[in-house]
């Protein structure tokens, strides 16, 4: 559903930026642009690219908390439900040296001390961008993996000469002590090519009769980010990998196909390389795999595909458990470069719990969009690179256009609530006044109140992150403590189920019998094979505060839907 007066509120943040011009009103340059009452109150984490700093503000731009490296920034930071800080760092290669560049995965105390570390930088191997934290304290790694010339002409690939291929391989490492960690799980896109070059060499077959697999003939090998870079063999530039809890998956990127992957995390290494580790899915770009043309591609560069799950509601009221919400960057775009921020939901077969592959000849569904912003494209709104997006608890959502830095929140309607240019750069602190450089930010999280990261915290503000501030006029609104926006969800069109946050029951209602298993977050049975009944009540006054799931199976024993996360907060 497209959102109005999308456009008149771009065009109006530029205005505003011109008339402040000339009335000598350019000394606000960088920090807090605005803050309403409509904004989602909490804390947002910020981590400038390149720089060994990363802040957690609230939303008037004061610092809360902030962590310091030896290391410049990778990409991504998150702050993790114990309060620490994990985030990726660069390192240098003789072999790889494409944009997003990493190799360093840092997890620091709330207090700042350096509690583990791991190196992935080698010449085979050499992680960048993303990381993906999981329950049980493992990371998934996105890295690079090295193929010589020689190799990909041995597989089928043609036309690339001396280059070698960089293809993503992710590796789950499990850490071991302070530094280190051993790698417990694998998954190679090498393990599932497809090729039409030559019946003598192996994975040889029609693209579009094998869509679970990487036609190794499509796309152009890159380098520092773009095409043509110098000695450039990152074939994919994947940049994002985000993981599901519930359905044991994983989100993969590639911003050189167009496409995002999801694939099969339930799996052991030696199955994740065989037909079990194919695509489950994937969208954005039939032509990748041979079941259309550059007309019906979706996705134009585009960074951060991940689930909703309980980051917000979705625009049309469905499951945020089978939505993905993304930034598409829009380079290359029909009618001009310009930037979107998309949301879909995924043909998702609770029935069969997995997704709906096409008819023969056809691209994967959906055809459509369910919510894009702006709905009137503008030059005025595009960022080239990184980039993401997350929707709020409260339905807004936080958009990070990210090669200028600018972080800006919209409400339902469109309308910017919300606006912060990022004030930190490889160099430090900039001054205010000062126009920004080098503060691109490859994304932001905002964090409620609530989360359990931040409780017991010491959350006074302190300053805000600029030099040389402009004086401070800012006020805080403090969301209600149920930031849901409603107290009972309809899920996969046949079950509710609520409150959500809850304190001492969770009432499910169906419109069939079902069984309910409520599982800790490391997927531990709480309470197991409650009977089969249309309508449940939860007892959950006893279990202690935190995030639990809960699983439906119907009477034969298939997943109806997929797994909930429920917050318990006495």
Not at 131 to 158: Q, T
Not at 183 to 191: F, G, L
């Amino acid at each position: 559903m497209p959102v109005p007066c999308v456009l008149c509120c771009v065009k109006r943040f530029f205005l505003f930026l011109l008339i402040g011009a000339a009335f000598d009103l350019s000394a606000q340059t960088v920090g807090l642009l605005s803050n309403t009452a409509e904004a989602f109150d909490g804390y947002t984490l910020v981590a400038p690219t390149g720089a060994t700093r990363t802040h957690l503000i609230d939303n008037c731009g004061q610092i809360i908390q902030q962590w310091d490296s030896d290391f410049r920034a990778g990409e991504s930071a998150y702050l993790l439900e114990d309060g620490s800080l994990l985030r990726t760092c660069r390192q240098t290669s003789n072999v790889f040296n494409g944009g997003g560049i990493g190799g360093r995965i840092e997890r620091f105390s709330w207090e700042g001390d350096l509690m583990w570390s791991v190196d992935l930088a080698n010449d085979t191997l050499h992680h960048h961008h993303d990381m993906a934290w999981l329950p049980n304290g493992h990371v998934v790694l996105l890295a690079w993996e090295y193929k010589s010339p020689e190799e990909a002409a041995a597989a089928g690939r043609l036309g690339d000469g001396d280059s070698p291929l960089w293809p993503p391989a992710l590796l789950e490492i499990a850490p071991d002590g302070a530094s280190g960690g051993d790698i417990v799980w694998e998954w190679h896109a090498w393990d599932h090519l497809i090729q039409d070059v030559s019946p003598d060499l192996p994975n040889y077959g029609d693209p579009a009769d094998h869509i679970q697999r990487f036609d190794i003939n499509y796309a152009q090998v890159s380098g520092g980010g773009f095409p043509g870079g110098s000695n450039g063999g990152d074939w994919f530039h994947c940049n994002a990998v985000t993981y599901h809890p519930g359905l044991d998956q994983l989100i993969l990127n590639s911003r050189n196909w167009n496409e995002f992957y999801i694939l099969d995390h339930n799996l052991t290494t030696a199955e994740a390389a065989g037909p079990a580790g194919d695509l489950l899915y994937r969208w954005g770009n039939p032509q990748a795999y041979g079941r259309g043309t550059s007309a019906d591609r979706k996705l134009f560069q585009q960074h951060d595909p991940h689930w909703i799950l309980d980051d917000g509601p979705t625009s049309a009221g469905g499951d945020p458990d089978i939505a993905v919400l993304l930034y598409n960057n829009g380079n290359g775009r029909p009618g001009g470069n310009a930037s979107t921020v998309d949301e879909l939901t995924l043909p998702w077969d609770a029935a069969t719990g997995s997704y709906t592959l096409p008819p023969e000849g056809e691209p994967f569904a959906p055809a459509e969009l369910d919510w894009s912003w702006p709905e009137d494209l503008t030059p005025d709104f595009h960022s080239p690179n990184i980039s993401g997006a997350q929707r709020m608890p409260n339905g807004n959502t936080l958009i990070c256009e990210g090669n200028p830095g600018h972080l800006f929140e919209i409400n339902g309607t469109g309308d910017v609530v919300w606006e912060y240019i990022t004030a930190y750069n490889q160099f430090g602190a900039v001054s205010q006044g000062d126009n920004p450089f080098g503060n691109s930010t490859f994304r932001a999280y905002r964090y409620a109140p609530d989360y359990p990261g931040l409780a017991g915290r010491d959350l006074t503000p302190g300053p805000v992150v600029e030099n040389n501030p402009l004086p401070f006029d800012c006020s805080l609104f403090p969301a209600p403590v149920d930031t849901t926006t409603q107290d009972i969800r309809t899920l996969d069109g046949l079950v509710q189920l609520g409150p959500n946050p809850a304190s001492e029951l969770v009432r499910i209602q169906a419109d069939r019998p079902v069984r309910c298993d409520l599982l800790d977050a490391m997927g531990r049975s709480l309470v197991s094979g409650v009977a089969l009944a249309d309508h449940h009540e939860l007892e959950v006054g006893d279990l202690p505060n935190g995030l639990v799931w809960i699983r439906l199976t119907d009477v034969h024993g298939r997943p109806v839907g997929t797994p909930h996360r429920i917050l318990i907060a006495h």
